[in-house]
C-alpha cells in the first residue's frame, strides 16, 4: 500500500512514541513540531501549517520541554536567521524525553545569519560592476552562489599559495608609496603575521598622517606580542585595490556595492548574500541551571560574521588571545550533541565550547572554511589556581600547592569524534582544528584534520590533563605560521619557569615532585593517529607539557619533539624521515622514549647534560653512527639498526614485517588503515596526507668513535655553539634566523658577569651588525677597537641587549 506523506509522518510519529515507551517505560507521547520556509508563526507547527522560524518552533517545544520527547524537523531550504536562536535551561529535555532539532533531510536545511540581497547590477570599468544597496547595510562577508568572495585586497588572493601567509602577501602592502594612491582607506584592515610567525595580528586602518603614513588602531590578538613580521603584510577593503576577479568593496557612504565577478558567474542569476549575525545558536545555561538533553541533527549553519578585531582575551601563558564565539556557542550544557551538522566557511571559530558543559558530544561535523578554530573547548582561568597570562614566570614560593581546579567552571567530559575540519584559520592565523584550553578528559577520536594555517589540535596547558586523542588523520598543517606542530601542545603551569628559571624548577620540583602534576593531573594519551607537518613537528610537546602516553602513531614528516616537562613517554611510533627532538630536559625528568622507529640520529637542543636514561630499544634504520651518536649519555645501549621492511610506505602501510627486529626491541604492529574520519559520507571526500617513501639502507658497520672530538669553540671562557634550522626554535626564533649560542661560561669570564652573558644565551646583534655564525661573529669582532660591546641576544626566549667593556684581548678567540 502507498501512503501519502502526511500518512507516513504519522506512522513515524507513533514509531517513535513506541521507541521511547519501550526504552524508557514512559507513556509520554512523542511530539513533532514541523518548521518549514514557508511556513507561518501564527501556526501550529504541524505538517500541514508549519511555522517558519526556529524561534517560534522553540517557544512551541518549551510547552514540552523534559515531559514528552520533542523532535522538531526543519524541511528543505534556506532560514535567514534575524536573530540568534537562543536556548536556556527552558529548553531543556531529560533523559527520557529529549529535545531533538534536526534536517529533514541531512544537510538540506540551512540556518543562515546572512542577508540576501536583491540588486540590481550595472557595469562600471575594467570587468568591475556595482549596484545600490539599502542605506545603513554592513558587510563583513559576501557570497555568490555559497562561496566566500574577497574583499578588495593587496597582494592579490592566490589559492594555490596555501604555505604563503593570507594566500598573498607583500612587504609593501600599507606603504606610503601604495597608500599615495588610496583615497580613503578609513575602514581598511592590515593583516600581519606575527614576527615570528606565531600567529597574526589584525588592525583597522584609521587614516593618514600628514606624512602620507597609515594609521591604524588593533595588534591585541597575540599573546607573546612581538613587531609585525616585514614581509607577511596584507591589506583589504581598500576600494583603489579592486582589480582581481572575486574581489569587492562596499561603499557605505555611497550605498554602492562594487564586485568583480569571477568567470562564469551571471550576476543576473548569481545568489549574492551578506553576513549580519556572529552566533546562529548559542546554548546560554549556568552549572546550577544547565540546558540538558538538547541536540541538533543534520542541519547545515553559514554565513557568520568575522570577529577578528574581538579577539583580546589572553589564554595561559601561550602565543593565543581567543574571542568567546562562534557559529555555535555553547555555554552551561550538559549531555547535549551536535551531530551530523555542516558548519560552512563560518567567519570565525565554528563551534566554541565555553567554560561550564559536560558531556557534550559532536560527532559527524563538518567545518570548512573556519575563519578561527573548528571547535574550541576554553574554561575560565578563575578555575585555575595561581593562573599566569603572559609568557614569565611567577615566584615558585608563593604557590597555591593544592592540586587541580578551584571551581567546575570549565569543559569536561566532551567527545569529538568522527569528524571533517579542513581550511581551518582562514582569517585569524591562531586557529586550530581543536583547541583545548582550561578544560578536561576532552576526548579528540577519528577525525581528519588538514589545511589549517597553525595546529592541527593544540593543547594550551596542562590544566586539567586527562585528555584522549586517538584514531586522528592530521596533515597540511602550521601552513602560514611556524614553529608549531600538528599536534601541539604547551605546559607553561604554575610549576613552570622559562629557561633562566631551570634551576629554581629543578629545586622546586626535587622538594615537591608532585609539583608538575598539580594542573597536569590525568594523563593525557595520543594514540593510534597519523600525523604529518611539513613546516615544524609531527607532535611537538612544548614548554612545560607533563604527564603525557604518546604511542602507536605514524609520523610522516616533522618527527616528535618533547621540550621541558616531566613524564612523558612516547613508545611503539614509527617516526618516518625524521627522528626525536629533544629541547632542555629537567635531570628529573622521568621521559621515556622505547621501542620506537627512527630514522636518523637524535636532535638535542639545549640539553646539556639533562638527557636521563630513558632512551632505549629503539630502532634506527640509518646506521651505528646515528644510534650512538650521543652514547656518552647513557642513551641506547640496546638499540638495534636495521631494515624494518615497510609492508607499501607507498600507499600508506608502514606495518613491519621484519618480525625479528620488531621483537628485538620489543616493537609491535598497530592498525594502518582506521586513521581519520569513519563516517562514510564524509570519509569519500576527505584528503589523506602525501605519503613518503623512503629508501633504507642501512649501514651495519660497525662503529668506531672518533680518536679526539672536535675542539670546542670558545671565546673568553664561553663555549660556543651554532644551532641551526629547527634547534634554533628552542631559543623562540625562526628556522632560518642563525646566532651563536653560549653553550657553557665560565664564571671569571669577562663576558660574564652580573649584566654579562650566560648560559643558554643566542647572540644575534653585536654592535649593530647581524650574527649568525661564528665566523660572523670573528669577523664583527675584529673590526671593534675600542672594546666596546652591544650585544643583541636571545634569553628565555625574549630579545634583550647586554652591553660590556672588555679589554682589547678579550676580544680573540682562544
Known amino acids: 500500500m502507498k501512503l501519502n506523506p502526511i500518512t507516513r509522518r504519522a506512522f513515524a510519529l507513533a514509531s517513535t512514541a513506541l521507541i521511547f515507551t519501550l526504552a524508557h517505560g514512559s507513556l509520554a507521547m512523542a511530539v513533532e513540531i514541523h518548521v518549514a520556509p514557508n511556513g507561518a508563526d501564527t501556526g501550529p507547527g504541524t505538517v500541514q501549517a508549519p511555522v517558519k522560524t526556529p524561534e517560534a518552533a522553540r517557544n512551541l517545544a518549551r ?39 534536526k534536517a529533514d533531510h541531512e544537510g538540506k536545511a540551512v540556518l543562515s545569519g546572512g542577508l540576501p540581497l536583491k540588486l540590481q547590477w550595472s557595469p562600471h570599468k575594467d570587468g568591475i560592476y556595482k549596484a545600490a544597496t539599502p542605506a545603513g547595510l554592513e558587510l563583513d562577508q559576501l557570497f555568490v552562489n555559497g562561496a566566500r568572495q574577497n574583499m578588495a585586497r593587496y597582494p592579490n588572493y592566490d589559492p594555490a599559495k596555501t604555505t604563503v601567509p593570507y594566500r598573498g602577501s607583500a612587504a609593501d602592502a600599507f606603504a606610503p608609496e601604495r597608500a599615495a594612491k588610496w583615497a580613503d582607506p578609513i575602514g581598511g584592515y592590515i593583516h600581519a603575521m606575527h614576527g615570528a610567525s606565531w600567529g597574526g595580528y589584525h588592525y583597522r586602518i584609521t587614516g593618514k598622517n600628514e606624512n602620507g603614513e597609515v594609521t591604524y588602531e588593533g595588534g591585541w590578538q597575540n599573546n607573546r606580542p612581538g613587531a609585525m613580521h616585514k614581509t607577511a603584510r596584507m591589506v583589504e577593503n581598500i576600494f583603489e585595490e579592486l582589480d582581481a576577479p572575486g574581489e569587492w568593496f562596499h561603499d557605505r557612504k555611497a550605498n554602492t556595492l562594487y564586485f568583480y565577478p569571477p568567470a562564469g558567474v551571471d550576476l543576473a542569476k548569481a545568489t549574492v548574500e551578506g553576513v549580519r549575525l556572529e552566533t546562529l545558536i548559542e546554548v546560554r545555561g549556568t552549572q546550577q541551571k544547565p540546558v540538558r538533553f538538547v541536540t541538533f541533527d543534520g542541519l547545515v549553519f553559514r554565513h557568520t560574521v568575522r570577529t577578528f578585531m574581538e579577539n583580546k582575551e589572553p589564554l595561559l601563558r601561550s602565543d593565543w588571545t581567543i574571542y568567546r564565539g562562534g557559529a555555535i556557542l555553547l555555554g552551561g550544557a550538559e549531555d547535549c550533541n551536535l551531530l551530523n551538522c555542516f558548519i560552512d566557511q563560518p567567519g570565525a571559530n565554528a563551534v566554541f565550547v565555553n567554560n561550564y558543559n559536560r558531556r557534550l558530544r559532536l560527532a559527524g561535523l563538518h567545518v570548512f572554511g573556519a575563519g578561527a578554530s573548528a571547535v574550541a573547548f576554553v574554561g575560565d582561568p578563575a578555575a585555575v589556581r595561581n593562573p599566569v597570562f603572559r609568557y614569565g614566570g611567577q615566584k615558585l614560593s608563593a604557590l597555591d600547592l593544592t592540586p587541580g581546579p ?21 582569517v585569524e592565523k591562531q586557529g586550530a582544528g581543536v583547541q ?130 616531566y613524564r612523558r613517554t612516547g613508545t611503539n611510533n614509527i617516526i618516518v624521515d625524521n627522528s626525536f627532538t629533544l629541547a632542555c630536559w629537567y635531570p628529573q625528568s622521568g621521559d621515556v622514549f622505547q621501542h620506537n622507529i627512527v630514522m636518523g640520529a637524535y636532535r638535542p637542543a639545549m640539553m646539556y647534560d639533562n638527557w636521563g636514561h630513558g632512551s632505549d630499544s629503539n630502532l634506527f634504520t640509518t646506521s651505528h653512527g646515528d644510534r650512538l651518536k650521543f652514547a656518552a649519555y647513557g642513551v641506547d645501549s640496546n638499540s638495534i639498526v636495521g631494515d624494518p621492511q615497510f609492508a607499501d610506505p607507498a600507499k600508506g602501510d608502514f606495518t613491519v614485517r621484519n618480525e625479528a627486529l620488531a621483537k628485538a626491541i620489543g616493537f609491535k604492529n598497530f592498525p594502518m588503515d582506521r586513521f581519520g574520519v569513519q563516517k562514510p559520507s564524509l570519509k569519500a571526500i576527505a584528503k589523506t596526507p602525501a605519503m613518503p617513501n623512503p629508501v633504507i639502507k642501512p649501514d651495519l658497520t660497525p662503529f668506531t668513535p672518533p680518536a679526539a672530538q672536535p675542539a670546542a669553540v670558545v671565546w673568553q671562557g664561553a663555549t660556543l655553539g651554532e644551532p641551526k634550522g629547527e634547534t634554533l626554535t628552542a631559543y623562540g626564533v625562526a628556522f632560518d634566523s642563525g646566532g651563536v649560542s653560549i653553550e657553557k661560561i665560565q664564571p671569571k669570564s669577562p663576558l660574564a658577569g652580573a649584566k654579562g652573558l650566560q648560559e643558554g644565551d643566542l647572540i644575534q646583534g653585536l654592535n649593530g651588525s647581524k650574527i649568525t655564525s661564528i665566523a660572523n661573529l670573528k669577523k664583527v669582532l675584529g673590526g671593534i677597537k675600542d672594546g666596546k660591546l652591544t650585544l643583541k641576544v636571545i634569553r628565555s ?17 682562544k
Open 797 to 813: 626566549q625574549k630579545a634583550e641587549t647586554v652591553e660590556l667593556k672588555v679589554g682589547f684581548k678579550a676580544l680573540s678567540f
Open 436 to 565: 583545548v584550553s582550561m578544560s578536561r578528559r576532552i576526548t579528540v577520536r577519528h577525525c581528519s584534520i588538514y589545511d589549517t594555517s597553525r595546529a592541527g589540535i593544540n593543547i594550551n596547558e596542562g590544566t586539567w590533563g586527562g585528555h584522549l586523542i586517538e584514531g586522528c588523520d592530521v596533515f597540511n598543517t602550521v601552513q602560514e605560521t611556524g614553529d608549531h606542530g600538528s599536534f601541539n601542545s604547551w605546559g607553561r603551569d604554575r610549576f613552570w619557569l622559562p629557561r633562566r628559571g631551570h634551576l629554581q624548577t629543578e629545586e622546586a620540583v626535587a622538594a615537591n615532585p608532585k609539583l608538575p602534576f598539580l594542573d597536569a593531573m590525568e594523563t593525557t594519551i595520543i594514540r593510534d593517529s597519523r600525523w604529518r607537518c611539513d613546516h615544524g613537528w609531527d607532535i611537538d610537546l612544548d614548554d612545560g607539557s607533563s604527564n603525557y602516553e604518546i604511542y602507536n602513531n605514524l609520523m610522516l614528516h616533522g618527527g616528535l619533539k618533547f621540550r621541558e616537562g
Open 406 to 426: 578551584q571551581s567546575d567552571n570549565y569543559p569536561m567530559e566532551c567527545v569529538v569524534e568522527d569528524s571533517l575540519f579542513h581550511e581551518i584559520g582562514m
Open 63 to 101: 510547552k514540552h520541554a523534559g515531559k514528552e520527547p520533542v523532535t522538531i524537523l526543519f524541511a528543505d531550504g534556506v532560514y535567514y536567521l534575524d536573530q540568534t536562536l537562543l536556548l536556556t535551561d527552558a529548553d531543556s529535555g531529560s533523559k527520557s524525553a529529549p529535545v531533538v532539532y
